[in-house]
């Protein structure tokens, strides 16, 4: 039996991840397995029921659990909290550094039948297959930050950026092991030319390139990452970056896909991984069944991928997806004319019906 922590958080959170749990359950329906599924608060929902974002008794049961689905979290309602008690920064950044998350993989797959869906030109796009292992709990998302009060009346503020060899290491290794299990080519993206950090970060994969022989190295400046990502996306394989950077750099790598609503993501490391949509909770539409779940119901399968290791399970998942989408059937960010405009539950209905029966 598989135990899996149920975090909606807020907006459209609540919608999709019913969707994720359709489909796995439809999983759990052909397959024989037992998943059995805890909900617990977490973001403005919980501080509205209980008044932390991030209520112990939500912790625990991630700590209990053999991997975590989270929906998004946030919204204008809970914008003006002090800031520790916003859903960001009093839930999630802590989420990610109590489960010890310091792998986030972002992996940018285009269905052939989203070309069109995206911004981008088709021939750019086409046989797009990137994967951003992203930094998590480390660099300015978690350095002391500090205000203080300057002589002309204004204020200062401060952020620090700091990474240890060890925190650097550990990620650039896995980013290794994962070009290994893909195309051998890893991108190491930092900006080595300005930051200490990011000359840190450069050593640190000069290092342990001579490790990976099998593996082509190669080193960018995030500028220059962030216009090759649209000029020429497919000269990436596996991107490791720095986690401010790497946040940026997968909003943009999205459109690669068509939407960001097709962008899952697995943080991981830590003894209990993360599976969640790589969007927010898009708070101007939430409510009116128009979110796209298939991020989050491919987050549902990197979950049997890599915390149960159920290849065959998550590639039932993503078989559904690309059937579901050939048969044109399309959410509201993904739509163009001439599609079935479906809503966020029957788009869920339709990938539990292929699951089922494929
Ligand atoms: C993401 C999000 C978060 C981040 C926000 C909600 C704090 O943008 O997961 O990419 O910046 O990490
Ligand atoms: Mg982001």
Same mark, same amino acid.
């Given at each position: 039996?598989?135990?899996?922590?149920?975090?909606?958080?807020?907006?459209?959170?609540?919608?999709?991840?019913?969707?994720?749990?359709?489909?796995?359950?439809?999983?759990?329906?052909?397959?024989?397995?037992?998943?059995?599924?805890?909900?617990?608060?977490?973001?403005?929902?919980?501080?509205?029921?209980?008044?932390?974002?991030?209520?112990?008794?939500?912790?625990?049961?991630?700590?209990?659990?053999?991997?975590?689905?989270?929906?998004?979290?946030?919204?204008?309602?809970?914008?003006?909290?002090?800031?520790?008690?916003?859903?960001?920064?009093?839930?999630?950044?802590?989420?990610?550094?109590?489960?010890?998350?310091?792998?986030?993989?972002?992996?940018?797959?285009?269905?052939?039948?989203?070309?069109?869906?995206? @911004?981008?030109?088709?021939?750019?796009? !086409? %046989?797009?297959?990137? +994967?951003?292992?992203?930094?998590?709990? *480390? $660099?300015?998302?978690?350095?002391?930050?500090?205000?203080?009060?300057?002589?002309?009346?204004?204020?200062?503020?401060?952020?620090?950026?700091?990474?240890?060899?060890?925190?650097?290491?550990?990620?650039?290794?896995?980013?290794?092991?994962?070009?290994?299990?893909?195309?051998?080519?890893?991108?190491?993206?930092?900006?080595?030319?300005?930051?200490?950090?990011?000359?840190?970060?450069?050593?640190?994969?000069?290092?342990?390139?001579?490790?990976?022989?099998?593996?082509?190295?190669?080193?960018?400046?995030?500028?220059?990452?962030?216009?090759?990502?649209?000029?020429?996306?497919?000269?990436?394989?596996?991107?490791?970056?720095?986690?401010?950077?790497?946040?940026?750099? @997968?909003?943009?790598?999205?459109?690669? !896909? %068509?939407?960001?609503? +097709?962008?899952?993501?697995?943080?991981? *490391? $830590?003894?209990?991984?993360?599976?969640?949509?790589?969007?927010?909770?898009?708070?101007?539409?939430?409510?009116?069944?128009?979110?796209?779940?298939?991020?989050?119901?491919?987050?549902?399968?990197?979950?049997?991928?890599?915390?149960?290791?159920?290849?065959?399970?998550?590639?039932?998942?993503?078989?559904?997806?690309?059937?579901?989408?050939?048969?044109?059937?399309?959410?509201?960010?993904?739509?163009?004319?001439?599609?079935?405009?479906?809503?966020?539950?029957?788009?869920?209905?339709?990938?539990?019906?292929?699951?089922?029966?494929?």
């Amino acid at each position: 039996m598989y135990k899996i922590a149920v975090l909606p958080g807020d907006g459209i959170g609540i919608e999709i991840v019913p969707e994720a749990i359709k489909a796995l359950q439809a999983i759990s329906e052909r397959f024989g397995h037992e998943f059995q599924f805890t909900e617990a608060l977490i973001g403005g929902a919980a501080y509205d029921a209980v008044g932390h974002p991030l209520p112990e008794s939500t912790l625990s049961t991630c700590r209990e659990s053999d991997a975590v689905l989270l929906g998004a979290i946030g919204g204008p309602k809970w914008e003006s909290l002090p800031v520790h008690l916003r859903p960001e920064v009093g839930a999630l950044l802590p989420l990610r550094k109590e489960l010890g998350l310091y792998a986030n993989l972002r992996p940018c797959m285009l269905f052939p039948s989203l070309i069109q869906a995206s @911004t981008l030109k088709e021939e750019v796009i !086409t %046989g797009v297959d990137l +994967m951003v292992i992203r930094e998590l709990t *480390g $660099g300015l998302y978690f350095g002391e930050k500090s205000r203080e009060a300057t002589a002309d009346g204004g204020q200062k503020a401060t952020d620090i950026l700091s990474y240890s060899t060890y925190e650097i290491e550990r990620i650039v290794r896995f980013a290794y092991e994962t070009a290994r299990k893909r195309r051998h080519k890893l991108c190491s993206v930092d900006k080595a030319n300005v930051i200490e950090t990011s000359r840190l970060w450069r050593e640190t994969v000069t290092e342990l390139a001579k490790e990976y022989p099998d593996v082509e190295t190669s080193y960018m400046y995030v500028d220059n990452c962030s216009m090759q990502l649209i000029r020429n996306p497919r000269q990436f394989d596996v991107i490791v970056t720095e986690n401010m950077f790497g946040d940026i750099l @997968t909003d943009e790598a999205s459109m690669l !896909t %068509g939407s960001i609503g +097709m962008l899952p993501s697995a943080s991981i *490391g $830590g003894q209990v991984g993360v599976y969640e949509p790589s969007h927010g909770s898009a708070p101007d539409i939430a409510g009116q069944s128009k979110a796209n779940p298939l991020a989050t119901i491919l987050s549902a399968a990197m979950m049997l991928r890599y915390a149960f290791s159920l290849e065959e399970e998550a590639r039932t998942i993503e078989l559904a997806v690309l059937k579901v989408l050939e048969e044109d059937y399309r959410t509201p960010d993904l739509m163009e004319t001439g599609k079935k405009l479906v809503n966020t539950v029957q788009m869920g209905d339709l990938i539990k019906e292929r699951i089922l029966n494929s």
